[in-house]
C-alpha cells in the first residue's frame, strides 16, 4: 500500500525551529518528485515546498523562502521540511505529498505545527 | 486570497447536479498549466479527485468530471450524494515554478 507518514509536529515559540518528516513506503520513493502543503486552522491548501527526485532541485513560496529548508533521504525513504523562524502565521496541519507531474496524486494525514507563545 | 479563485460554497439536493468553477489568469491555467481538482472530507486529508483537466483517477465514480477553457476550469458533480459533502480545491501550476491553490468550496448537500 503507498502511504506517507508525516511527524515532528508540536507546538513551537514564535522564532524558534522544527523539523517535520515524511516516512513513505509502498512505492520507489526515489523515482518520484515531493511536496510539502500547508493548511491553516479553517483555512484552504497552501503549497509550500517542492523537491526533485534526486533532490538537486528545490522551490519555495515566497511566505517560507529562506526559512524553510526542504530536503530527502532517498535511502532512508524520507522527507524532510526544517523550519526556522517560525512565525503565528505557519501554524497549519502540514502535509506531505508525492507529486505526479504537476498534481499531488498521494497524500499522508498531516501533523500539526502550532506557532504560540 | 487565493491565486486561482473558487466559490465559497455551493448546495444541492441529493440526485442534483452541481458545478464549482475555478478561475485564475494567463500565468497559471491561461498559460496552459492543467487544472487538478482535489476532495477533502471533514477531518482528513486532500484527495486527488480529477487529475489534468479531466481524469479520474481509479476509484472516483463517474459523477465527478473536470473541464478547462481558456483560463477556468470547472468541477461538475452529478447525482449527489450525502457523501459527497466535503471542501473541494483546484490546483494548477503558475509560471513563477509556484504550485497555487484556489480558496476551497464547501458543498452542502441539502
Known amino acids: 500500500e503507498v502511504q506517507l507518514v508525516e511527524s515532528g509536529g508540536a507546538l513551537e515559540q514564535p522564532g524558534g525551529s522544527l523539523r517535520l518528516s515524511c516516512a513513505a513506503s509502498?512505492?520507489?520513493?526515489?523515482?518520484?518528485?515531493m511536496s510539502w502543503v500547508r493548511q491553516a486552522p479553517g483555512k484552504g491548501l497552501e503549497w509550500v515546498s517542492y523537491?526533485?527526485?534526486?533532490?538537486?532541485?528545490?522551490f519555495y513560496a515566497d511566505s517560507v523562502k529562506g526559512r524553510f529548508t526542504i530536503s530527502r533521504d532517498n535511502a532512508k525513504n524520507s522527507l524532510f521540511l526544517q523550519m526556522k523562524s517560525l512565525r503565528a502565521e505557519d501554524t497549519a496541519v502540514y502535509y506531505c505529498?508525492?507529486?505526479?507531474?504537476?498534481?499531488?496524486?498521494?497524500w499522508g494525514k498531516g501533523t500539526t505545527v502550532t506557532v504560540s507563545s | 486570497q487565493s491565486v486561482l479563485t473558487q466559490p465559497p460554497s455551493v448546495s444541492g439536493a441529493p440526485g442534483q447536479r452541481v458545478t464549482i468553477s475555478c478561475t485564475g489568469s494567463?500565468?497559471?491555467?491561461?498559460?496552459?498549466?492543467?487544472v487538478h481538482w482535489y476532495q477533502q472530507l471533514p477531518g482528513a486529508a486532500p484527495k486527488l479527485l480529477i487529475s489534468?483537466?479531466?481524469d479520474r483517477p481509479s476509484g472516483v465514480p463517474d459523477r465527478f468530471s473536470g473541464s478547462k477553457s481558456g483560463t477556468s476550469a470547472s468541477l461538475a458533480i452529478t447525482g449527489l450524494q450525502a457523501e459527497d459533502e466535503a471542501d473541494y480545491y483546484c490546483?494548477?501550476?503558475?509560471?513563477?515554478?509556484?504550485?497555487?491553490f484556489g480558496g476551497g468550496t464547501k458543498l452542502t448537500v441539502l
Open positions: 509502498g512505492f520507489t520513493f526515489s523515482s518520484y518528485e
Open positions: 494567463s500565468s497559471n491555467i491561461g498559460a496552459g498549466f492543467a
Open positions: 489534468a483537466n479531466s
Open positions: 505529498a508525492r507529486v505526479e507531474t504537476t498534481f499531488m496524486d498521494v
Open positions: 490546483q494548477s501550476f503558475d509560471s513563477s515554478r509556484n504550485w497555487v
Open positions: 523537491i526533485s527526485s534526486s533532490g538537486r532541485n528545490t
